[in-house]
């Protein structure tokens, strides 16, 4: 028996090795149409529908979210029982994403590569379904390049904090005590938000928030306008723009003060002239407000 021989017949082995190896991972893992996914703390059912998994846990399961994804986007929505969902298209994922429950906290990473599915990896979404009503002590999510929404729900936690580094964050409804939402290059747009404290910025884009009720609140861009309808201020709102317009709607009975300062813009007002560096009171000045632009106008509006 030869040397090439030997060798020729390990590398055999070695192969007939894998292939087994990999059928008996495949049909551990697929029942009937069903995959089972087991960790330390957590028993995870998928269940296939044509190429759509599901992912269900129960409420009292989770009580935080953490999102950690590179290329996918990443859905929040309600959900029509009283169980928490994870889906997303089996199809549309060259990379499988890694979904685990751990003290109560459920994960959500970019996964390893999938040899039996290459598919559309960048227009892959994941969604996430919630009972209406339900309440988390931490929403976090962080995307490397990948739009972030939340629609049809009031997304309610102590902390919420939605990043992305190359992509649009678009908020239907928020409610909690502590916000971030953050994109390097994109649209950041909050519909309805309730917050003690809501920290939004964008690199490059524009910022807009509606019905904002907020005890302080910071708006940054560096490369686009920002506009503000808040309902009620209650201490403190710096608004900061580079180069970009400030919008600003404040009701008409609102208790605040107002420092404004534009290096090439102009500066208007329904409640008053302002001058630039120059403080303007309305009623007692309870709110305290802050308006900078480098390169734009600033319109403060009653309504």
């Known amino acids: 028996m030869n040397k090439n021989y030997m060798t020729a017949l390990i590398l055999a082995l070695i192969a007939l090795t894998l292939i087994v190896f990999f059928v008996f991972l495949l049909a551990g893992a697929v029942k009937d149409g069903e995959l089972t996914l087991t960790n330390k703390t957590n028993k995870l059912e998928v269940f296939k529908d044509s190429?759509?998994?599901?992912?269900?846990?129960?409420?009292?399961?989770?009580?935080?979210?953490?999102?950690?994804?590179?290329?996918?986007?990443?859905?929040?929505?309600?959900?029509?029982?009283?169980?928490?969902?994870?889906?997303?298209?089996?199809?549309?994922?060259?990379?499988?994403?890694?979904?685990?429950?751990?003290?109560?906290?459920?994960?959500?990473?970019?996964?390893?590569?999938?040899?039996?599915?290459?598919?559309?990896?960048?227009?892959?979404?994941?969604?996430?379904?919630?009972?209406?009503?339900?309440?988390?002590?931490?929403?976090?999510?962080?995307?490397?390049?990948?739009?972030?929404?939340?629609?049809?729900?009031?997304?309610?936690?102590?902390?919420?904090?939605?990043?992305s580094h190359s992509g649009s964050i678009k908020v239907?409804?928020?409610?909690?005590?502590?916000?971030?939402?953050?994109?390097?290059?994109?649209?950041?747009?909050?519909?309805?938000?309730?917050?003690?404290?809501?920290?939004?910025?964008?690199?490059?884009?524009?910022?807009?928030?509606?019905?904002?009720?907020?005890?302080?609140?910071?708006?940054?861009?560096?490369?686009?306008?920002?506009?503000?309808?808040a309902e009620k201020l209650g201490k403190t709102a710096k608004i900061n723009a580079i180069s970009g317009s400030v919008k600003l709607a404040l009701p008409k009975n609102a208790d605040f003060s107002l420092t404004c300062s534009s290096t090439s813009g102009s500066l208007k007002s329904d409640f008053g002239k302002l001058k630039k560096g120059v403080t303007f009171k309305n009623k007692g000045g309870k709110a305290d407000i802050s308006i900078k632009t480098t390169s734009g106008s600033v319109k403060v509006s009653a309504i």
């Open 51 to 163: 190429t759509q998994l599901k992912y269900d846990f129960s409420a009292g399961e989770i009580d935080s979210i953490d999102v950690d994804l590179l290329s996918e986007s990443f859905v929040i929505t309600e959900s029509d029982d009283n169980k928490i969902h994870v889906k997303f298209e089996e199809e549309a994922f060259s990379k499988m994403p890694d979904i685990s429950v751990k003290n109560k906290t459920l994960f959500i990473t970019s996964g390893k590569s999938n040899i039996l599915n290459v598919g559309n990896y960048h227009d892959a979404r994941i969604y996430i379904e919630l009972p209406k009503n339900s309440s988390f002590q931490q929403v976090n999510a962080e995307l490397k390049s990948g739009s972030i929404k939340v629609s049809d729900i009031e997304l309610k936690a102590e902390q919420v904090s939605l990043k």
């Open 172 to 229: 239907e409804s928020v409610n909690c005590e502590d916000l971030t939402a953050k994109s390097l290059s994109g649209q950041v747009k909050i519909e309805s938000l309730v917050a003690k404290d809501a920290d939004c910025s964008s690199l490059s884009g524009s910022i807009k928030i509606e019905n904002l009720i907020a005890d302080n609140f910071t708006a940054d861009s560096k490369s686009g306008s920002i506009e503000i309808t």
